[in-house]
């Protein structure tokens, strides 16, 4: 039986490039209800939308939704989460995945996987997931967060820079993969140990995490290990621009 465990959704007004993002038209819901669907449809014990907006709050409430209200001043969703697990005085050893509020074609599966496969390692204060790369266009936009893992699924590095480098691959043409290697994809969808995450957010940021504005870098460069697994299924589309919203409107609309 998997371990017990707790999402946080953390839900930002003042996204930079769509403000109100989460109150945002989705197919005729707003972005944050299809988001909190996939969290329901997950076998999370408890689930609370942490957000700093009177607004996105009172959407929540009429849904039912179990709301936080949390800092104007976070830089990230972890750090929304944190305060979260402060406000609730969760125990040290809770398992909270933080599934982030602009994912509405999250599978509720890999919610349940990323959770899972942080209770089975005590060696890991993270846990994520990843999903091979079929093609060198996604290999080389830096959108697309790439990582690399030692032999037993633990994070050696992040980068929006294509890794592993295929010295030989790569030689005079880019136009596809090489053979012989699993380039693999990030996923944005982590898990923490409560206790993990209260000092995470103590510590500096990383000068790869700047470099690279990706915020895991700063677990690996104080020594700490993520663990990646593959993800059994592979995620719909975020929302981050105008262009994101059609799509995810023609996936969702799909699934239906």
């Not at 607004?55 to 800092?71: F, K, N, P, S």
């Not at 030689?171 to 993990?196: E, N, S, V």
Request: proline residues 6%; hydrophobic residues 45%; negative net charge.
């Amino acid at each position: 039986m998997s371990a017990a465990f707790k999402v946080v959704i953390p839900a930002r007004y003042a996204a930079s490039r769509l403000p109100g993002k989460p109150l945002l038209d989705i197919g005729g819901k707003p972005l944050i209800e299809r988001v909190l669907g996939r969290a329901r449809a997950s076998a999370a014990a408890e689930i609370v939308i942490a957000t700093d907006d009177q607004r996105i709050a009172d959407v929540c409430v009429a849904l039912g939704a179990d709301v936080a209200i949390t800092g104007s001043g976070h830089h990230s969703g972890s750090d929304r989460v944190a305060e979260v697990i402060a406000q609730r005085r969760w125990a040290a050893d809770t398992i909270v995945v933080n599934v982030q509020g602009d994912e509405p074609c999250m599978p509720p599966a890999l919610i349940d996987q990323v959770a899972a496969d942080l209770a089975a390692r005590d060696g890991a204060c993270m846990a994520t997931l990843a999903y091979p790369i079929a093609d060198a266009g996604a290999l080389f936009d830096p959108h697309v967060v790439k990582v690399v893992t030692d032999g037993e699924g633990f994070a050696l590095y992040f980068s929006r820079a294509p890794i592993p480098w295929h010295r030989d691959g790569f030689r005079g043409k880019r136009a596809q993969l090489p053979q012989g290697i699993t380039f693999l994809r990030h996923i944005g969808l982590y898990a923490y140990r409560a206790d993990f995450l209260a000092r995470y957010v103590g510590w500096p940021a990383a000068p790869l995490e700047l470099v690279e504005s990706l915020e895991q870098l700063r677990v690996l460069w104080h020594g700490e290990r993520i663990h990646v697994s593959i993800a059994a299924e592979e995620p719909g589309p975020g929302v981050d621009t105008a262009d994101d919203v059609r799509l995810v409107v023609q996936r969702l609309a799909g699934e239906a």
